[in-house]
């Protein structure tokens, strides 16, 4: 379910010039109110010690010399947000998903291998964050033109990618340029007018076919499924998480609770499809938003019962039109029946399990790294607070201060 992109790969020099980070320093927040997102504890009045864009420390006591002091004035402070959906492809979207919170993305296909671009750059600190799970071009019968142009050896693909030898030889052009993840069709998208999301688009062995070729380099794979039947055949496959899931029967859901894949809902852009303004806003899709959104509510709900793991994804390209938040969803999960702690693990230490990434961010531990956001309220009795960020750190870089709205020289 996403929108036409636009790349600006011609912008890329100014957007370089214009998004370089400064230069990482030693840092030290205090007075915060720091969130253990793993056991729901708080630790009041803490230090965080930031060293070379990892946690150093969290505890009590003043910090050493040497470091530059961040004053939370009391805010409560928990680990950066994790968009486990995204459709980001230039550097002013990514700039976007990091000034709401989100400090790791996991992208769902994008032109150009823009997303593994993305990912070195913010690797190399060309960039401040959010940091990249890359999944480049999703598997899907008829690819976007683009991946012709930037993969010649595709040309035979023109037709259509329809048998197992075809879907790998896609799966294969993506490992070439070191994706991440893989992602696939098992269902039409939601987000077009002219396709039916409940419609099936590879049988189980076609999927089986991307997953046993991603494994040979232990690269999971996430399905876009809305219909049932599609979901069905890529849980049997053996993905690793299903995407969006609206009309998903409770012998999927059973079997996704068995063999552990993973829910991303991505329930807040079915939000944006049932309304007017943000991505989606035209007749057809209204309607038919207006049904899915009731049906994809029950699907999470009945997820969450059965105990299957669920992941917070915005589905967003987080352009200018985009009204999808991981924010959002997580507010809405937490309406859903999931306790505040729940919702906020579905962008934290859950969505960085899905991502392979929980040894590295999704919590605020020593040794992880310095990915933490500042908000004015506590997230564990009211997770719309998230919705408002004060402060962002990414991999140890201020990426955004509005902890202080104070004219300089005033009293």
Do not use: C
Not at 187 to 206: I, L
Not at 257 to 270: A, D, Q, R
Request: hydrophobic share 45%.
């Amino acid at each position: 379910m996403r929108p036409r992109l636009s790349i600006a790969l011609a912008l890329l020099p100014a957007l370089l010039s214009a998004q370089a980070p400064p230069d990482s320093t030693s840092l030290a927040i205090v007075h915060a109110n720091v969130v253990d997102v793993r056991n729901g504890s708080v630790l009041p009045d803490a230090t965080i010690v930031v060293r070379d864009g990892r946690i150093a420390s969290v505890g009590s006591g003043v910090p050493t010399s040497g470091l530059r002091i961040v004053d939370a004035r009391g805010l409560y402070v928990l680990p950066g947000l994790i968009d486990a959906h995204t459709h980001i492809a230039n550097l002013r979207a990514a700039r976007a998903a990091l000034e709401s919170g989100v400090t790791t993305v996991r992208s769902a296909g994008v032109a150009a291998w823009v997303d593994v671009g993305l990912r070195q750059l913010v690797r190399s600190g060309a960039v401040t964050g959010p940091d990249v799970v890359a999944s480049g071009y999703h598997v899907r019968p008829q690819l976007a033109e683009e991946a012709f142009l930037t993969e010649p050896s595709l040309a035979p693909l023109m037709k259509g990618v329809n048998t197992p030898a075809d879907i790998r030889q896609v799966v294969r052009a993506n490992l070439a340029r070191g994706v991440d993840f893989i992602k696939v069709l098992a269902t039409e998208r939601a987000g077009t007018a002219d396709t039916d999301p409940r419609k099936q688009v590879y049988t189980e062995s076609e999927l089986r076919a991307a997953v046993e070729e991603a494994a040979l380099k232990n690269v999971p794979v996430q399905a876009h499924a809305h219909g049932d039947e599609g979901a069905m055949a890529a849980v049997r496959a053996g993905v690793r998480s299903i995407e969006h899931g609206t009309y998903l029967s409770d012998a999927t859901l059973t079997l996704m609770k068995e063999k552990g894949t993973f829910l991303v809902p991505t329930y807040i852009t079915v939000v944006d499809v049932a309304g007017p303004g943000g991505d989606y806003d035209e007749p057809a899709l209204l309607r038919r938003g207006a049904h899915m959104l009731p049906r994809l509510k029950s699907t999470i709900e009945r997820a969450h019962k059965l105990g299957v793991k669920i992941a917070a994804g915005a589905d967003t390209s987080y352009g200018p039109n985009s009204l999808s938040r991981i924010s959002g969803e997580v507010a809405a999960f937490a309406e859903m029946g999931m306790t505040p702690l729940e919702a906020l693990q579905s962008a934290t230490t859950r969505a960085a399990e899905l991502l392979r990434v929980e040894k590295t961010t999704g919590a605020i531990a020593p040794g992880l790294d310095a990915d933490l956001i500042a908000v004015d309220g506590h997230p564990l009795k009211d997770p719309r607070v998230v919705q408002d960020v004060l402060l962002v750190v990414s991999n140890g870089r201020v990426a955004l201060d509005r902890l202080s709205f104070a004219k300089p020289g005033t009293n």
